[in-house]
């Protein structure tokens, strides 16, 4: 089993900036591929960023190039999504997820067999 927790969610103008946290626990050793995920209201579920946590690749999303990155770290099973120059269409809830499979679609969500609980993002103009 694989636990996962997200926080550093809130509210912020348009502009601004905001680093969410994913805290893993259980049995992570086999986990290849962790990802960043939100759902807008209205909107299905799409991806954000993924990383490949062997090599550390990742893949973004054309609508967050260039304005967010995501990272991890090993040491404290943790991972992390830097925001910056938010937008209002940024607002929704955002998921950590994890993969154990060997190969994934980046941003597919079907492919992710571990998901957090969600934290709000809210950013207004």
């Known amino acids: 089993q694989v636990q996962l927790v997200e926080s550093g969610g809130g509210s912020v103008q348009a502009g601004g900036s905001l680093r969410l946290s994913c805290a893993a626990y259980?049995?992570?050793?086999?986990?290849?591929?962790l990802g960043w995920f939100r759902q807008a209201p209205g909107k299905e579920r799409e991806g954000v960023a993924t990383?490949?946590?062997?090599?550390?690749?990742?893949y973004y999303a054309d609508s967050v190039k260039g304005r967010f990155t995501i990272s991890q770290d090993n040491a404290k099973n943790t991972l992390y999504l830097q925001m910056n120059s938010l937008k209002p269409e940024d607002t929704a809830i955002y998921y950590c997820?994890?993969?154990?499979?060997?190969?994934?679609?980046?941003?597919?969500?079907?492919?992710?067999?571990?998901w957090g609980q969600g934290t709000q993002v809210t950013v207004s103009s």
């Open positions: 997820a994890a993969s154990t499979f060997g190969t994934v679609v980046a941003g597919r969500a079907a492919d992710f067999n571990y």
């Open positions: 259980g049995y992570t050793y086999n986990i290849y591929y």
């Open positions: 990383i490949y946590t062997i090599a550390g690749t990742t």
